[in-house]
């Protein structure tokens, strides 16, 4: 790594012109490179035609209301000065929309100003984090401040008198069938015991534990997600801003299902509900798949639930709009080990452990629209063993969800769809202007 000048006085260390002739000439290198393998063309790609079905496209569409679910962040420098300090604004958004609405919007290339003025039900959560050489309120260290932004993020009530908080609870310990007694912490955040058990009834009204027999100090339920475990306090909290978007994104989701369940849950056939990339958790935070996986399931076996994760971008986005080709309008390709490490990813194709069974409570599809679009989605399954042998009955509700997600289509990104795209662009926070907005309204406010 070169010096570089903090002052500006002296110059900044330039790196050598001539050093990749080390590199080029290396014997060991020239081995290294021609050991490797890469993903191949769609020439090499055989579809086993078995893993190919054909989309039953349902005579009704039970469904009436579609909730998407974005979330953006953007992290600003408060102080640039030595030692610099950083704090990252996040912006959630849930939109709500009619079937009837989107059929008329779906019609149309481009949304409008008019169009978008429809869509009203669009709730926004607020979370400030602070990233880099920043104390929040009493905390004395940045992992301490971390862990309590993100506590008090979550204990905040919406409208209806309700919090994350609780859903968390309702979630980890199951009380929506038959409660569990204990979850178990993988580290205490003071003292790091580790696999301190965490009762149910060692929580008091706010969502606080003593539980840790070691230091015997206050334990969130929020540090279930192990982000105490990842943040330095030295080098910052921005290894984890992707996953904690990702975990917010999707307690968002289990929060308005619990609601629904709780109020009226003959309604869960009539909500489809969108997440804006695969349904999982990753990093430290992987843990939490379980207990949706349990949670879907229960839902499966006693209601119903209508969820789909929606990738974007990837390795397995890229390989779908290589193979389009392959597969004919109306087709869905169900991905089993196999396919995937022979031609997405790299690993052995016979291996015995299925994919992503650590992070993910859903398998992944792709789809080709009687429109030609490709949309990799990723499905809630009952267990990770499912990508192993991946069948049609595997899938709950696949039809139905494959048709709204076709009916949904919009031109405003390769193969969007409207209420991701709309939920994006209502929530997303721009490099310009509003990162430059948010890093002069910060500096207003601090001390």
């Given amino acids: 790594m070169a010096y570089s000048s903090r002052t500006g006085k002296r110059p900044d260390e330039l790196a050598s012109k001539s050093s990749h002739s080390y590199i080029i000439n290396d014997k060991e290198v020239q081995d290294f490179l021609n050991g490797c393998t890469y993903p191949k063309s769609v020439e090499e790609v055989e579809l086993d035609r078995a893993l190919v079905l054909q989309v039953q496209y349902p005579e009704e569409n039970p469904i009436e209301h579609i909730i998407a ?123 790091n015991e580790p696999n301190v058990p965490l009762n149910r009834t060692d929580f008091n009204s706010n969502y606080v534990s003593n539980s840790c027999q070691i230091c015997n100090k206050e334990i969130y339920l929020t540090d279930l997600f192990r982000f105490h475990e990842v943040v330095d306090d030295e080098l910052g909290a921005g290894g984890i801003l992707g996953y904690l978007t990702n975990v917010i994104e999707q307690m968002n989701i289990i929060h308005t299902i619990k609601f629904i369940k709780e109020n009226k849950s003959e309604l869960l056939n009539k909500f489809l509900f969108i997440k804006d990339g695969p349904l999982a958790f990753f990093g430290q935070t992987a843990n939490m798949h379980e207990p949706v996986r349990k949670l879907c399931n229960y839902l499966f076996d006693k209601h119903n639930l209508f969820l789909a994760g929606l990738e974007k971008s990837g390795a397995f986005v890229e390989h779908a709009d290589e193979i389009k080709d392959l597969l004919k309008p109306g087709e869905v ?86 209420p991701v795209a709309l939920a994006n662009k209502l929530i997303s926070l721009s490099s310009h202007p509003s990162a430059i907005i948010l890093e002069k309204f910060a500096k207003t406010h601090t001390r």
């Fill in 333 to 418: 390709l169900l991905l089993n080990n196999r396919h995937i490490y022979s031609y997405i990813l790299p690993g052995p194709a016979d291996t015995p452990d299925p994919y992503a069974h650590t992070s993910y409570y859903s398998s992944k599809i792709i789809f080709k629209s009687r429109d030609s679009r490709m949309y990799v989605i990723t499905l809630p399954v009952e267990t990770e063993n499912i990508v192993l042998n991946p069948q049609k009955s595997d899938f709950k509700n696949l039809d139905t969800v494959l048709w709204n997600i076709e009916k949904l289509r919009c031109d405003m990104y390769d193969n969007a769809i409207v």
């Fill in 69 to 191: 679910m974005d979330g953006g962040y953007s992290t600003i420098p408060v102080k640039k000065t030595f030692p610099s300090s950083l704090i990252t604004f996040f912006q959630f958004g849930e939109l709500l929309l009619n079937t009837k609405d989107l059929d008329e919007i779906t019609e149309m290339p481009f949304i409008s100003r008019t169009s978008m003025s429809k869509l009203k039900e669009l709730e926004r959560r607020k979370l400030v984090l602070p990233t880099k050489n920043v104390s929040y309120q009493s905390a004395l260290t940045l992992t301490h401040s971390v862990r309590k932004s993100i506590y008090e993020f979550f204990r905040h009530k919406d409208n209806d008198g309700n919090n994350l908080l609780s859903t968390l609870y309702w979630l980890v310990y199951e009380l929506y069938a038959t409660p569990v007694n204990t979850y178990s912490l993988s580290r205490c955040p003071y003292c």
